[in-house]
């Protein structure tokens, strides 16, 4: 047997601004600490209630089918993709980064006859791609990423939801990174089912999966010929605990709903879209800042996503001993690249708690530092001048 060495308790203090898990606000923290009580304990059971009608207001939804999954975002996306999918069911998956692949993935472990339309890494799709990948094959879901975490491009789903729907099929979004950072109208723009995470913009530890299913796509999971292949992740079964039955199906993590609750009370006492300004605001102070040091952004113009920033190394940096010195010297977590962009580009998280101009500005000279001891060229403090001029300096 190895030794049991008695560590002390983990009390490291970081500021996290990489691509999740972001910054948790020491009220949610404070109720994860609170007693644990039954799982059918009727004050419990008054917490889901509040934590589903909170999550209705952060989808942007009436759908009664709001709940939090037991398990990080990517249990969420598997709920979503193993209840609407039989297998032999056809399946579009639109692929521009990590969690397209991951969403293909899924499809294919869940029996669905899988076709994907694949762009290049750090653009957006546009209509007529997903429009024609329909027409040459009609599917009866189709999933795509509102914000690819892995290259920070922000997808725009208007259009696509109506050409989904023109064709037939359900439309499945994940909103895992979007949520609580920038508008996910699920009513509005018709989404069937969606999910997320409570790590990133609802700024949670990681441990639920926010999703919601609308009547149609209840409908498709009510007449399914065969059982879902996942006992754990089967709604017909887990809405029976969620709704006024309380079918014990599995314990629920009560903690992490306290957590979840105090979250989302946080994101509806700053108000949606006070809470998307601010995103938007911090992003646009860090891109000032990092333009002034000559450095770029992967996503092509326009469809950069405020929460996650994701920027090309400068050549000659050396990735790695940039995010060391970042963490060593100023407790700064910063994501590298995923896939394809491996070594070469760099993901700033500005999520939930973590999207402040005291992160940005922090950020920015803990950078410039950085930059400095790699021995890049560039004016000091010019990140910040900039920063403090898109900051509304006067
Ligand atoms: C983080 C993330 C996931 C996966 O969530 P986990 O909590 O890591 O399981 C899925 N999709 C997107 C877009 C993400 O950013």
Redesign the pocket.
Known sequence: MGTITMNTPNTLKRVLMG??PSDVDPRVLEALSRPTIGHLDPAFLEVLNEVRELLQYTFQTGNEMTFAVSG????G?ETCVVNLIEPGDSMLVCINGV?GK?MTDVAERCGADTSTVEIDWGKAFEPGQIADALKKKPAKVVGI?H???STGVCQPLEEISKIVHDSGALLLV?A??SLGGMNVDVDGLKIDACYS?T??CLSCP?GLAPVTFNDAALNVIENRKTKVRSWYLDVSMIRKYWGSERLYHHTAPINMNYALLEALKMVREEGLEQRWARHLANHKTLKAGLSAVGIEYVPEAGFELPMLNAVSIPAGVDDAAVRKQLLDEFNIEIGGGLGAFKGKAWRIGLMGSASTLSNVMLFLAALEKCLADQGVKFERGASIAAATEQAGAK
């Open positions: 691509p999740g990080t975002g990517s249990a996306m969690f991951r990423v914000a690819e975490t994940d895992v990174t995470g790590q990133k990681p």
